[in-house]
């Protein structure tokens, strides 16, 4: 990565030969190459926060409305810069700086958008973690990447400090809490009934110090500190990934990704100043990191935040609030847009119409995390706007496709490279062998019966796994001067340069756009004291795409209803995972089959249920 400096790099020229650049749907006006982006500009993200405040004059914009049941927060663009310069400078005067991990423990808020900011201030490396983790879950997080801060909501705090943080290489928690931002006077503050939990907070330790987000602010007077910071080999921020084998890894993002990819985005949805994007889906995540928070930051957009998706009829009232000239992008999981098109549908769209008018204000709505079927575009579209499917990675920054939101194009596919992307179909046992299908007229295997390996190359593609050499050889290689990412999705290309996916070579599982990991849920299923063996998999699910269930095995002498129960084990499981990794269903077979060299078979196990449910018979669990 030293020598990646320039997007005029052979490395990131994408062949405009191949079928996705003359196969007659790119769309007018977007370039190929993303040296060719206009303002595009490879440099640290503070400074590429800053640079879109004065290229755009938004400095007395409100760029950040929070929204918190009826009661709505506004914050400027220079009163949001002035909150980070105060936390970076309290950080750098408690010696974090360049390098240093801030774990942001938060959900979506001006408090995490603040943290965030003042990391990339003085070059710390901004954590994402989801703020639903049990304890369990934290203290892996935490472990992994020795973050020295942890920022977290009072409410929802879980490292008590007779179990988690000693445990860690932390040495600073910053508690806060939603109102440590509001402006508003206490009797209306105090009516939203936000709870201040305080008394949650133990006294700190020899372990750690405590210093709340409220006093940091108030007390803190910023300081102008210069970092020098590579964007091309220096981290942003550390994601928590699956990597290939469905072990939870951390993905090392740089500067330059992070940068990259907002670049690529942006001419693919002609996205503007003064647009609202929509922050329902949480910024420990990448797609709500790069396509909401970064790209309103960088690309002088609003972003409008929800601490948890809203009801539907919320989320409507607060768009009738908002003035929005430059319209709305609505970026979300499938779930959230047929919910919201059910609701219409309940409603009557005639009455709607009437009664709301965020179906005229939005423009472009984008869904990703999983797949967007057409039994949820098609009724959307009737109502609100066009809808595409983007696809990509947390290891691609992570958008590597979006369907062109004009001219032709085809449902069921991931759409194409965005600007400045290469893909190719490698053989999925074999990548030495070079591609299989490439799109150009040399290497133009299209079709089902060629299907492999999707890879991935470009500026967007992480650093690598942190402290993890085996599977980084593993998933990133070189091939024809060019870094590719092997995803880990099978699947094949088409004539005009659209892939499909036919598989998961990684056992993943979608659940309502959340990641589950199934050998993560297994280790901790194997830590109840009455399960002996377990394996998870993923089954269709109308309401979430897809549904956690395991297999178990007990320990010897155990039987299920007499010595535990299946609503026990489920108790159980809610009390250390997070919900959505809970198996919906556990079902106790008399053992798990197995391959001649040992290995669980999931797949035949889900396949025997999947049978099921497509012949209308009702699985166990």
């Given at each position: 990565?030293?020598?990646?400096?320039?997007?005029?790099?052979?490395?990131?020229?994408?062949?405009?030969?191949?079928?996705?650049?003359?196969?007659?749907?790119?769309?007018?006006?977007?370039?190929?190459?993303?040296?060719?982006?206009?303002?595009?500009?490879?440099?640290?993200?503070?400074?590429?926060?800053?640079?879109?405040?004065?290229?755009?004059?938004?400095?007395?914009?409100?760029?950040?409305?929070?929204?918190?049941?009826?009661?709505?927060?506004?914050?400027?663009?220079?009163?949001?810069?002035?909150?980070?310069?105060?936390?970076?400078?309290?950080?750098?005067?408690?010696?974090?700086?360049?390098?240093?991990?801030?774990?942001?423990?938060?959900?979506?808020?001006?408090?995490?958008?603040?943290?965030?900011?003042?990391?990339?201030?003085?070059?710390?490396?901004?954590?994402?973690?989801?703020?639903?983790?049990?304890?369990?879950?934290?203290?892996?997080?935490?472990?992994?990447?020795?973050?020295?801060?942890?920022?977290?909501?009072?409410?929802?705090?879980?490292?008590?400090?007779?179990?988690?943080?000693?445990?860690?290489?932390?040495?600073?928690?910053?508690?806060?809490?939603?109102?440590?931002?509001?402006?508003?006077?206490?009797?209306?503050?105090?009516?939203?009934?936000?709870?201040?939990?305080?008394?949650?907070?133990?006294?700190?330790?020899?372990?750690?110090?405590?210093?709340?987000?409220?006093?940091?602010?108030?007390?803190?007077?910023?300081?102008?500190?210069?970092?020098?910071?590579?964007?091309?080999?220096?981290?942003?921020?550390?994601?928590?990934?699956?990597?290939?084998?469905?072990?939870?890894?951390?993905?090392?993002?740089?500067?330059?990704?992070?940068?990259?990819?907002?670049?690529?985005?942006k001419p693919w949805t002609n996205l503007e100043p003064g647009m609202?994007?929509?922050?329902?889906?949480?910024?420990?995540?990448?797609?709500?990191?790069?396509?909401?928070?970064?790209?309103?930051?960088?690309?002088?957009?609003?972003?409008?935040?929800?601490?948890?998706?809203?009801?539907?009829?919320?989320?409507?009232?607060?768009?009738?609030?908002?003035?929005?000239?430059?319209?709305?992008?609505?970026?979300?999981?499938?779930?959230?847009?047929?919910?919201?098109?059910?609701?219409?549908?309940?409603?009557?769209?005639?009455?709607?119409?009437?009664?709301?008018?965020?179906?005229?204000?939005?423009?472009?709505?984008?869904?990703?995390?999983?797949?967007?079927?057409?039994?949820?575009?098609?009724?959307?579209?009737?109502?609100?706007?066009?809808?595409?499917?983007?696809?990509?990675?947390?290891?691609?920054?992570?958008?590597?496709?979006?369907?062109?939101?004009?001219?032709?194009?085809?449902?069921?596919?991931?759409?194409?490279?965005?600007?400045?992307?290469?893909?190719?179909?490698?053989?999925?046992e074999n990548f030495d062998e070079g591609p299989i299908c490439d799109?150009?007229?040399?290497?133009?295997?299209?079709?089902?019966?060629?299907?492999?390996?999707?890879?991935?190359?470009?500026?967007?593609?992480?650093?690598?796994?942190?402290?993890?050499?085996?599977?980084?050889?593993?998933?990133?290689?070189?091939?024809?001067?060019?870094?590719?990412?092997?995803?880990?999705?099978?699947?094949?290309?088409?004539?005009?340069?659209?892939?499909?996916?036919?598989?998961?070579?990684?056992?993943?599982?979608?659940?309502?756009?959340?990641?589950?990991?199934?050998?993560?849920?297994?280790?901790?299923?194997?830590?109840?004291?009455?399960?002996?063996?377990?394996?998870?998999?993923?089954?269709?699910?109308?309401?979430?795409?897809?549904?956690?269930?395991?297999?178990?095995?007990?320990?010897?002498?155990?039987?299920?209803?007499?010595?535990?129960?299946?609503?026990?084990?489920?108790?159980?499981?809610?009390?250390?995972?997070?919900?959505?990794?809970?198996?919906?269903?556990?079902?106790?077979?008399?053992?798990?089959?197995?391959?001649?060299?040992?290995?669980?078979?999931?797949?035949?196990?889900?396949?025997?249920?999947?049978?099921?449910?497509?012949?209308?018979?009702?699985?166990?669990?």
């Amino acid at each position: 990565m030293n020598k990646m400096t320039s997007l005029e790099d052979d490395r990131f020229i994408v062949n405009e030969q191949k079928a996705w650049f003359t196969g007659g749907y790119w769309p007018e006006g977007v370039p190929k190459q993303l040296k060719d982006v206009e303002g595009i500009e490879i440099i640290p993200m503070w400074e590429g926060f800053l640079k879109s405040a004065n290229d755009y004059g938004i400095w007395d914009n409100d760029i950040c409305i929070f929204v918190y049941g009826p009661y709505m927060e506004k914050v400027k663009l220079k009163t949001l810069f002035e909150h980070a310069k105060k936390f970076g400078t309290f950080l750098h005067d408690q010696g974090i700086g360049k390098g240093d991990v801030v774990a942001i423990d938060l959900p979506n808020s001006i408090n995490f958008v603040v943290a965030y900011m003042g990391c990339m201030y003085i070059g710390a490396i901004a954590q994402g973690i989801n703020p639903t983790y049990k304890p369990m879950e934290l203290l892996h997080s935490l472990t992994m990447t020795n973050a020295k801060v942890l920022v977290l909501m009072d409410m929802l705090y879980i490292a008590g400090s007779s179990t988690i943080l000693p445990k860690t290489s932390v040495e600073l928690l910053i508690p806060s809490n939603f109102t440590d931002f509001f402006t508003a006077d206490e009797a209306t503050i105090g009516a939203l009934g936000i709870p201040n939990a305080r008394e949650k907070i133990p006294d700190e330790t020899e372990d750690y110090k405590i210093h709340w987000m409220s006093d940091i602010i108030n007390n803190t007077e910023s300081k102008e500190i210069s970092v020098e910071i590579d964007p091309w080999v220096d981290p942003a921020v550390y994601l928590m990934t699956g990597g290939t084998t469905g072990l939870p890894k951390v993905a090392m993002l740089s500067h330059a990704n992070l940068i990259a990819n907002l670049y690529m985005i942006k001419p693919w949805t002609n996205l503007e100043p003064g647009m609202v994007t929509i922050g329902s889906i949480p910024f420990f995540h990448s797609f709500g990191m790069t396509c909401v928070m970064n790209g309103a930051l960088s690309l002088g957009m609003v972003m409008l935040l929800f601490p948890k998706p809203p009801s539907d009829d919320v989320l409507s009232e607060t768009i009738n609030k908002l003035e929005t000239p430059k319209g709305i992008m609505y970026t979300g999981v499938e779930m959230l847009f047929k919910r919201l098109t059910d609701y219409v549908h309940e409603l009557g769209i005639e009455e709607y119409k009437q009664k709301y008018d965020f179906w005229k204000k939005l423009k472009y709505a984008t869904s990703g995390a999983g797949p967007l079927h057409d039994y949820v575009r098609v009724p959307f579209e009737e109502i609100f706007c066009p809808i595409r499917v983007g696809y990509g990675l947390t290891e691609t920054s992570p958008v590597t496709s979006v369907a062109p939101f004009w001219g032709p194009n085809k449902t069921g596919k991931l759409g194409l490279p965005i600007s400045g992307v290469d893909w190719a179909i490698f053989d999925s046992e074999n990548f030495d062998e070079g591609p299989i299908c490439d799109g150009t007229p040399e290497r133009n295997n299209f079709g089902v019966e060629h299907t492999g390996e999707i890879c991935v190359a470009g500026p967007h593609i992480m650093l690598g796994y942190l402290g993890v050499q085996e599977e980084q050889e593993d998933n990133l290689k070189m091939w024809d001067g060019k870094r590719w990412l092997l995803t880990g999705d099978i699947g094949f290309m088409d004539e005009h340069g659209f892939c499909e996916i036919r598989d998961r070579k990684k056992s993943l599982i979608k659940v309502a756009g959340h990641s589950v990991f199934p050998k993560e849920v297994e280790d901790y299923l194997g830590k109840h004291p009455a399960i002996d063996e377990a394996a998870v998999a993923g089954l269709p699910d109308e309401k979430t795409g897809e549904k956690v269930k395991a297999w178990i095995t007990l320990k010897s002498g155990l039987k299920i209803d007499k010595d535990i129960t299946i609503d026990e084990i489920k108790k159980w499981c809610l009390e250390n995972m997070a919900k959505w990794k809970t198996p919906v269903l556990i079902e106790v077979v008399r053992k798990l089959p197995v391959s001649m060299t040992g290995k669980v078979q999931r797949r035949e196990l889900q396949e025997k249920d999947i049978t099921k449910l497509e012949k209308g018979k009702s699985i166990k669990g």
